[in-house]
């Protein structure tokens, strides 16, 4: 018995997603990715240390809440961004991974905030006392 592949059945790797299709999809979801990191950071976490009125237990809470957000977005990038490839969507692949880019530095700025205001001042990073 031979395997002879069924000419109606097509799997998403053997060939190249046609560019339409890959720019119809590309083009609202970079648009739509991009601007909930943007709104995120303006209204989730601006807002959230506005309304904190100055106390530092709310503002910590509104930090790591937008730090975990940004993870879980740059999380679901990557993981839309591999997808993408499998499906040999190239334009796909790369708007995905501009908008990793993009939640990577504001997690990485996010982190090195939270790292600068939490470390006690003169404290060498890696010694016993820190």
């Known amino acids: ?14 060939q190249r997603t046609r560019l ?15 601007a909930w ?4 950071s303006i209204y989730g976490y601006g807002l959230d240390v506005w309304a904190a009125q100055g106390e530092q237990e709310h503002i910590d809470a509104a930090t790591l809440a937008y730090m975990g957000r940004v993870r879980t977005l740059l999380i679901t990038m990557l993981v839309l ?4 490839a499998i499906s040999r969507a190239r334009w796909t692949v790369i708007t995905h991974l501009l ?3 993009l ?9 090195h905030d939270w790292d600068r205001s939490h470390t006690p001042p003169g404290c060498v990073r890696y010694s016993a006392n820190c």
Do not use: K, Y
């Not at 339409?20 to 991009?34: Q, S, T």
């Not at 990191?37 to 995120?40: F, N, P, S, T, V």
């Open 20 to 34: 339409g299709v890959d720019l119809a999809f590309a083009i609202p979801l970079f648009l739509l990715e991009a």
């Open 103 to 111: 939640a990577g530095g504001a997690f990485m700025a996010a982190q």
């Open 81 to 84: 961004a591999v997808l993408a």
């Open 99 to 101: 908008v990793a880019l």
């Open 1 to 14: 018995m031979t395997d002879t592949p069924v000419p109606g059945r097509r799997r998403p790797w053997s």
């Open 37 to 40: 990191l943007a709104l995120d």
